[in-house]
């Protein structure tokens, strides 16, 4: 049974940092592409960033790039998202989410081709 738990969400004030992590079990991160969403009130869904844990490959939408930095803990089997400089638009529920398929890790694709999905983590801006 593969579930991914993401943590580390909270409130803090513009210009702030936040570590979100998700940490799989019954799962390894293992040439797979893991993704970051956030999805705000009355939005859609939307990528944040993504990275292949085979060889550590990242992609950051164009909002968060400079800011956000996906990284992986083989050890701990955990991908992390440390934002930086955050800003009140960055105010959303944070989502990870896995996929088996590598050809996922093109780009940032949208979140219909992830196959596992966290409970997701509040993260608010003021």
């Known amino acids: 049974h593969v579930q991914l738990v993401e943590s580390g969400g909270g409130s803090v004030q513009a210009g702030g940092s936040l570590t979100l992590a998700c940490t799989a079990s019954g799962y390894t991160y293992r040439r797979n592409c893991v993704g970051w969403f956030r999805q705000a009130p009355g939005k859609e869904r939307e990528g944040v960033a993504r990275i292949y844990t085979g060889s550590g490959n990242t992609y950051y939408a164009d909002s968060v790039e400079g800011r956000f930095t996906i990284s992986q803990d083989n050890a701990k089997n955990t991908v992390y998202l440390q934002m930086n400089s955050l800003k009140p638009e960055d105010t959303a529920m944070y989502y990870c989410?896995?996929?088996?398929?590598?050809?996922?890790?093109?780009?940032?694709?949208?979140?219909?081709?992830?196959?596992?999905w966290g409970q997701g983590t509040q993260v608010t801006v003021s």
């Open positions: 989410a896995a996929a088996l398929a590598t050809w996922v890790c093109v780009g940032l694709r949208g979140p219909s081709v992830y196959s596992y």
